[in-house]
C-alpha cells in the first residue's frame, strides 16, 4: 500500500480509501464493523463519510453510517490509526437534518450544528479531514460539463472558512477540504485562507474515474501546484465499471437493481465507453474493477482513490487493486477508448 501526504500537512493517507455510504442502508453495522477491520488489516487507514450518509438520502436513515463508525470505534478500535473524513451538507431542500427543519446552507450556525452531531455519531473528539460536500452557491455540479450560471444568494467561502477554522482552533478538525467543486471554487478557497490567515484547504473530493476525467482539465493543475490533491470518489462508475451491468445485466442487490439512481453512467457513449473498458480489461486478463482503480489511484493528482463494497469479496478484490500492473498497452488502450469517448458520464 502506498501512503501519500494529504495536502500541506503531516497527514500521509493510504492510496486506497473506503468509503462508507452503503452502510446503514445496503450493509448492517455488523458487516460495516467487518469491513472496517479487513481494510484496516489490508493496509487501508482512511474512511470517508458524511452526515448526508448512507445513500439514497432518507430521513430515517440519515446519520446511520457515521453512527456505525462510531460504535466501531466505542468497541475498542483505536482512534489513531484512522483518518477520518466527514462532510456538511451544502445547498439542499432536505429539512430533516437540522433540528428547526430549516433547509441545509452553510451558514456557521448550521456547520456548526452538523460538525457537533458528527462527532456525537462518531463518537470522537475530532474528525481529521472535515469537508464541505457541495458548494452553498446556486450550481449545478454533477451530470454536466458545461458551467451554467445561476443568480443566488449565498453565503461567502470567507464566511465558511471563518467557522472551520474555529473548529481547527478548538481541536475539533485537524484539516479542511472541499468536494464537488470547480477550479473558481478551489482557487476562492485558497485565496481566502490567504487573505484572512484562515486554514488552506488540504484537497478536493470530486468524482474522477476512466469515463469521467474532468478533473483533469482545470482542477488537476491546482492539484499540482497548490498542493490540494484529489480525492477521487466514484472511480468504478458506480459499480458500471466492474462489468456487472454488461447487455442489460441486473445482479440482485446491486444498486441498480434497489434503487436505479445512476442515470449519469446510462447515456448511449457512457454505456459505450464502459462496455470499451470492461473489454479492454479483459483483453489485457485484468479484472475492469481492478483496472479502473488502480488508473484512478495512479493519476499523479490523485491523493487517495475512494471505493465502497457491499460484500466481503468485493472489499478484497478491490483492495487487490494495489498489487495491479497497468503495462504500457493498457495505457495506450485507455487512452485510445478516452479519445473516443471524452468524459461521458459527468
Not at 500521509?12 to 458487516?31: A, D, H, I
Not at 462532510?87 to 427543519?101: E, L
Not at 481566502?192 to 482545470?218: C, M
Amino acid at each position: 500500500m502506498d501512503y501519500r501526504q494529504l495536502g500541506r500537512t503531516d497527514i500521509k493517507v493510504s492510496e486506497l480509501c473506503l468509503g462508507t455510504m452503503t452502510w446503514g442502508e445496503q450493509n448492517s453495522e455488523s458487516e460495516a464493523h467487518a469491513q472496517m477491520d479487513c481494510a484496516i488489516d489490508g493496509g487501508i487507514n482512511i474512511f470517508d463519510a458524511a452526515e448526508l450518509y448512507p445513500i439514497p438520502p432518507k430521513r430515517e436513515t440519515q446519520g446511520r453510517t457515521e453512527a456505525y463508525i462510531g460504535s466501531w470505534l466505542a468497541a475498542g478500535n483505536a482512534r489513531d490509526k484512522v483518518i477520518l473524513t466527514s462532510k456538511v451538507m451544502g445547498r439542499s431542500k432536505n429539512d430533516w437534518f437540522r433540528d428547526d427543519g430549516s433547509p441545509c446552507r452553510l451558514s456557521p450556525a448550521q456547520i456548526r450544528e452538523a460538525l457537533e452531531k458528527s462527532l456525537e455519531r462518531l463518537q470522537t473528539d475530532y474528525i481529521d479531514l472535515y469537508q464541505v460536500h457541495w458548494p452553498d452557491r446556486p450550481l449545478k455540479v454533477m451530470g454536466v460539463l458545461e458551467y451554467e450560471h445561476e443568480e443566488g444568494e449565498s453565503h461567502a467561502i470567507d464566511e465558511t472558512l471563518g467557522v472551520l477554522g474555529k473548529f481547527v482552533e478548538e481541536g475539533k478538525v485537524r484539516v479542511i477540504g472541499i468536494s464537488n467543486e470547480t477550479p473558481w471554487g478551489a482557487m476562492s478557497y485558497l485565496r481566502e485562507s490567504q487573505l484572512h490567515g484562515l486554514p488552506r484547504i488540504a484537497s478536493v473530493q470530486n468524482a474522477y474515474s476512466l469515463v469521467n476525467r474532468a478533473f483533469e482539465v482545470g482542477l488537476a493543475e491546482i492539484a499540482h501546484r497548490e498542493d490540494v490533491g484529489l480525492l477521487a470518489y466514484s472511480p468504478l462508475a458506480q459499480g458500471y465499471l466492474t462489468g456487472k451491468y454488461e447487455n442489460g445485466a441486473l445482479p440482485p442487490k446491486s444498486r441498480k437493481a434497489l434503487f436505479d439512481r445512476a442515470a449519469r453512467y446510462e447515456s448511449p457513449q457512457g454505456l459505450e465507453a464502459i462496455s470499451a473498458y470492461v473489454k479492454l480489461a479483459k483483453e489485457h486478463g485484468l479484472d475492469p474493477a481492478q483496472m479502473a482503480l488502480k488508473f484512478a489511484a495512479s493519476r499523479p493528482f490523485v491523493t487517495t482513490a475512494i471505493f465502497g463494497a457491499t460484500t466481503m469479496d468485493q472489499l478484497k478484490s478491490n483492495m487487490a487493486s494495489i498489487d495491479v500492473e497497468l503495462s504500457d498497452g493498457v495505457l495506450e488502450g485507455i487512452e485510445k477508448i478516452h479519445r473516443s469517448y471524452t468524459n461521458p458520464c459527468p
